[in-house]
């Protein structure tokens, strides 16, 4: 109904950066509120960031807090995630979702995309 596509995810070594994106209809992207999940082994799904319909709220999760940077293209209807000074803990799956209201739970996320793997060696 929602579909989300993301790409940019990747092998990376730490202190490196990556950039991914998640790509959405144009109904989608200015209507919902967009968010970054990420889920390691062993490990609960964490709120990565999340970026308000119109652009302009933002919200990150504490461990990324002056890494990461989510932002939207509006000619390409595509959330960014930008992911600098990258950390080995960062290795993940990344995905993207999106709701009709933000919010830093997973269980509240109506659309999720696939996931992209991200790796960050030592």
């Known amino acids: 109904q929602v579909p989300l596509v993301e790409s940019g995810g990747g092998l990376v070594q730490a202190g490196g950066s990556l950039r991914l994106s998640c790509a959405a209809s144009?109904?989608?992207?200015?209507?919902?509120?967009m968010g970054w999940f990420r889920q390691a082994p062993g490990k609960e799904r964490e709120f990565v960031a999340a970026?308000?319909?119109?652009?302009?709220?933002?919200q990150y999760g504490d461990s990324v807090k002056g890494r990461f940077t989510i932002s939207k293209d509006y000619a390409k209807n595509t959330v960014h995630l930008q992911m600098n000074s990258l950390k080995p803990e960062d290795t993940a799956i990344y995905y993207c979702a999106a709701n009709t209201y933000m919010s830093v739970y997973s269980s509240q996320y109506s659309y999720w995309g696939q996931g992209t793997q991200v790796t960050v060696s030592s």
């Open positions: 970026i308000s319909s119109g652009g302009g709220i933002t």
């Open positions: 144009r109904r989608t992207f200015t209507t919902y509120h």
